[in-house]
């Protein structure tokens, strides 16, 4: 018995010495620079001083998991940019962790729609599919989102299309509206 005990002592001391090693090691390699001068690796920093943001960059271009969270250290954030664009699906959430809203299936746009503001047909650059949640995690509406290189999906510059459901907070199904 005294074997077994000395034997898992021993294992965890290693493995707490190992990670505290690990830790003091990894805390080097945030906000490096490759030999081009370009971000490279995980970059952590704080954007109008009241959210921190975690990236990942490869030759100075986003690319891997990326974490924002406000400063009482509460994800608000989490998405993945596949050589600088964004990829996969990425979560919102609110301020007490509740998830908001997602977007996925992020592509090139073809889809034209006609500018409301001087009536000429235009075609977005981007697309993707977009999720919102009432707090009760039931959905509230979801549809394709287009948008412009130099804007965001999240921005309010982005613009419905095609066919979007709407629903009441028990998740019935309440409407639909086409957009054009």
Request: proline share 1%; hydrophobic share 30%; aromatic share 18%.
């Amino acid at each position: 018995m005294k074997t077994k005990v000395s034997i898992l002592f021993i294992i965890s001391f290693v493995l707490f010495h190992c990670n505290i090693m690990a830790q003091k090691g990894y805390a080097d390699k945030v906000n490096q620079l490759n030999s081009k001068g370009q971000k490279e690796g995980l970059w952590i920093d704080t954007i109008q001083k009241i959210r921190l943001r975690e990236v990942y960059y490869k030759n100075g271009i986003e690319s891997g998991i990326f974490k924002q969270y406000n400063l009482e250290g509460r994800l608000l954030i989490f998405g993945e940019y596949c050589e600088g664009k964004e990829c996969g699906t990425w979560y919102y959430f609110g301020s007490y962790g509740h998830l908001i809203m997602t977007f996925k299936d992020f592509s090139k746009n073809t889809y034209s729609t006609i500018n409301e503001g001087n009536g000429e047909i235009y075609v977005p650059d981007y697309k993707c599919y977009m999720t919102s949640y009432y707090s009760n995690g039931n959905i509230k509406d979801e549809g394709l989102l287009l948008w412009n290189e130099g804007d965001s999906f999240e921005s309010d510059f982005s613009i419905e299309y095609g066919e979007w459901k709407y629903y009441d907070e028990t998740g019935t199904l309440i409407k639909t509206k086409e957009f054009k």
